[in-house]
């Protein structure tokens, strides 16, 4: 009741509004089209009285004239009637004939007023020329009655308004009703979700049994809609780990999927009569391991903890995380001849140094190539044996595995696997010194779907195919098809889980900033960097050694005020480049030291070891400043990482030009670590930044993270392989297969 009076009051007032702002409209109206029939209706009358009119001139019987004037003026319209003789200017009229029309002047051609507003109302003037023989006998004047327009105006003012109000009210009634209506809609609507009924349940009691077909029929069209095109709206979902299981259940049929790759995502360790577990320092287990708890499944990789073979089961498996196992590792067992061939050599040594631009010359030895071909049919063996159907998912992992797709796809035609290169892709020139070049790729195309971090790196690859195999390549949708098999190579960006599981349960960032800083001995009126790498030449820690040492010099003012803290995880030890690289940093680190040392203060806290990732995340939220120097990398996770370890949105990101991370992070001050004064400047500048600053950019990537996490990064991979499943289960039509149908034949 009081939304229909707050309703239909404004409304009334605005239509009385109205009505009274078309009155003049109504009046002028009125008057313009009563003069237009009046004008008709006078030369009508003047065309009918010319004739006798000219008898009775001629006559010069002026009573009759009269007479006749009179009997015409019966007509309650025609007011007056009035005669202007030519030649003696005299004027026979009606008693009613007006003062204000002048006879003489009329007789020599003057107009007559059109409208007169005299006192009994307003009069309609015409007049006409009267003639005979073609000689001007003079002017026959009509007045016509006028008021009668006033009345009709009144009238229809009258009218207008009363519908107006009739509109007002009708409309003012449906609009209410038609509120109420899809109100209680609403509230029914909610009230059904909030019970967990959904919104189609009433219409479900109202369609009859006849409907039923139809609507099945057009529930089956919307979930086949939903789905084609929920792929493409993969930039809308809002992804987390539910999603990506609800993509698994209801994109592909629940299905779990097998991850294949070198490093294991656990490490089962000795210590002492101990066991440790020990997640490994790697972008790709950081990436995967929250993918795997989403989705559980088997995760195959190498076993290469000490301790890796005292707790898994006979068929070698091992159920993790270990505190409440989700998924589970299948250790791949390698004798030292195989890792040293296919690990340290030709993956880390040859592949690794290849991919990335960090001046370190690939090593490429024929026995370390046997060994890598020995160790990728291992772990294409183990793929079949623990799929559990003819057409499992598989995910390939790495440069360690490039022969493995191709191995599995022929082992396992129906199986989808897709391969993520996490490291980047060269251009063809650099690829094609890798003597074995054409048997990588060839293992690589074995895949469904191959992903890299980058456009850039997607586009190099499609070159070197196109440089060095028969293939057919079509840039426009980026697949190569080779051997009948088709291989969609994109981009999938890598991210880091949201919310990070690794802070879960770590305290705010004070607490952290007070625990690191009392670790490290750092001051409270001391500021902080950061690094956290696996003690790899393409980290680039030796130039951010040299860019701290740099902001020393251009900016003595943070000597004593400025520790740059260094978490080394160590790394393919056994490799020479590896262990030079280590002394190298230990050696600056200890020159840099000793250079600015002042009392117990360092400039430089190295710390090479293993450390845990809730650990490295308060080491995040304790920092100033976070450096990523790499000279080349795929993605870097550990600047994304950074990232969404800052609840507290502080924290500078200076990031290396040379990684995937700084095409998604623009709010990073972006840096060429081979640039030792930008470097040091941008330190200098993310020492210095305004906290509004530092907190915008903040903000401003934790958005970015937090949606382009990596469910979506797996999530994307898995949509694109059940679209492309769907399209596999419709055959192909060939023009051959498509046999014209015979006249009047009905084919099966
Ligand atoms: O992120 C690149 C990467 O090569 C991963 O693929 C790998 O797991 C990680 O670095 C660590 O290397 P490794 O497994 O040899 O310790």
Excluded at 8 to 32: E, F, G
Excluded at 200 to 212: A, D, G, Q, Y
Excluded at 231 to 243: F, L, N, V
Excluded at 725 to 742: F, I, K, L, Q, Y
Aim: hydrophobic share 45%; with cysteine.
């Amino acid at each position: 009741m009081r939304l229909s009076l707050r309703f239909v009051l404004p409304l009334a007032l605005a239509l009385a509004l109205v009505a009274w702002a078309v009155q003049p409209l109504v009046d002028r109206l009125t008057l313009r089209w009563f003069t237009r029939d009046l004008d008709i209706r006078a030369a009508l009358v003047a065309n009918t009285a010319s004739e006798p009119l000219a008898d009775l001139v001629q006559a010069n019987a002026q009573q009759r004239m009269l007479a006749y004037f009179n009997r015409l003026t019966v007509d309650e319209r025609l007011y007056a009637i009035g005669f202007c003789d030519v030649e003696s200017g005299r004027l026979t009229a009606t008693r009613t004939f007006p003062r204000e029309i002048d006879c003489k002047s009329l007789a020599q051609g003057g107009a007559v007023p059109h409208v007169i507003d005299a006192s009994r109302g307003a009069l309609h003037v015409s007049s006409a020329n009267v003639e005979a023989d073609a000689k001007p006998l003079g002017r026959l004047v009509l007045v016509h009655d006028l008021s009668f327009a006033q009345r009709r105006s009144d009238e229809t003012k009258r009218y207008v308004f009363l519908f107006l109000i009739a509109l007002g009210g009708i409309v003012s009634l449906i609009t209410v009703i038609v509120a109420q209506l899809s109100w209680r809609g609403w509230v029914q609507g909610t009230r059904a979700i909030l019970r967990g009924e959904g919104l189609l349940r009433p219409s479900e009691r109202i369609i009859t049994p006849e409907l039923r077909p139809i609507e099945r029929d057009l529930r089956a069209l919307v979930r086949d809609l939903e789905s084609e095109f929920r792929p493409r709206d993969a930039s809308q979902i809002p992804w987390s780990s539910e999603t990506l299981r609800a993509i698994l259940r209801g994109e592909l049929g629940g299905e779990e999927i097998l991850v294949v790759s070198n490093r294991e995502p656990y490490m089962h360790v000795r210590r002492g009569s101990d066991i440790e577990v020990q997640q490994p320092a790697s972008g790709l287990v950081t990436a995967l391991e929250p993918v795997m708890r989403a989705c559980s499944g088997t995760w195959i990789a190498h076993g290469s903890g000490s301790a890796d073979r005292d707790v898994v089961d006979e068929r070698d498996r091992v159920g993790v995380p270990p505190d409440r196992p989700i998924y589970r590792i299948r250790r791949v067992w390698l004798t030292p001849e195989e890792e040293a061939g296919y690990y340290y050599g030709f993956s880390n040594e040859g592949l690794w140094p290849l991919c990335h631009i960090a001046h370190v010359r690939p090593v490429f030895r024929p026995g370390d190539w046997k060994q890598y071909v020995a160790v990728n049919e291992k772990f294409a063996r183990a793929v079949v044996q623990e799929a559990r159907r003819r057409d499992p998912i598989v995910l390939v992992q790495d440069y360690h595995l490039a022969l493995a797709p191709k191995m599995i796809r022929d082992a396992l035609p129906d199986a989808t696997v897709i391969t993520f290169w996490h490291i980047p892709w060269p251009n063809p020139e650099a690829f094609g010194i890798l003597p074995w070049h054409k048997e990588v790729l060839e293992g690589l195309l074995g895949s469904s779907i191959l992903g890299f971090h980058t456009r850039f790196h997607v586009n190099n690859f499609v070159d070197t195919v196109d440089r060095y195999i028969e293939a057919r390549v079509d840039r426009e949708s980026l697949t190569v098809t080779l051997g009948g098999r088709e291989c969609a190579v994109k981009r999938y960006p890598i991210s880091v889980d949201w919310p990070p599981a690794s802070a879960a349960g770590l305290p705010d960032a004070r607490a952290c900033r007070e625990r690191v800083r009392a670790r490290y001995q750092i001051g409270r009126e001391t500021l902080m960097g950061l690094g956290v790498d696996r003690m790899d030449y393409t980290k680039g820690i030796l130039e951010r050694f040299h860019a701290v040492e740099r902001l020393f010099e251009m900016e003595p003012r943070w000597i004593g005020r400025f520790t740059f803290v260094q978490i080394g995880a160590p790394t393919r030890s056994s490799i020479g480049e590896y262990q030079h690289f280590d002394a190298e940093v230990r050696a600056l680190a200890q020159r840099i030291n000793e250079r600015f040392a002042r009392g117990k203060w360092q400039p430089i806290a190295l710390r090479i070891e293993h450390v845990e990732p809730p650990e490295v995340y308060e080491h995040f939220r304790a920092a100033d400043v976070c450096f990523v120097s790499s000279l080349h990398d795929g993605m870097n996770l550990v600047a994304k990482e950074f990232v969404a370890a800052r609840e507290d949105d502080r924290g500078v990101l200076v990031l290396s030009q040379f990684t995937g991370a700084a095409r998604e992070l623009p709010e990073a001050l972006v840096v060429n670590p081979y640039d030792m004064d930008q470097c040091a400047a941008a330190l200098h500048l993310a020492l210095t930044m305004p906290d509004e600053e530092v907190r915008e950019r903040m903000r401003t990537m934790r958005r970015l993270v937090s949606g382009f996490n990596v469910y979506r990064w797996a999530g994307r991979m898995l949509l694109d392989a059940a679209a492309m499943r769907r399209r596999g289960r419709v055959a192909p039509v060939t023009p051959a297969a498509v046999v014209p149908m015979r006249r009047g034949k009905i084919t099966a």
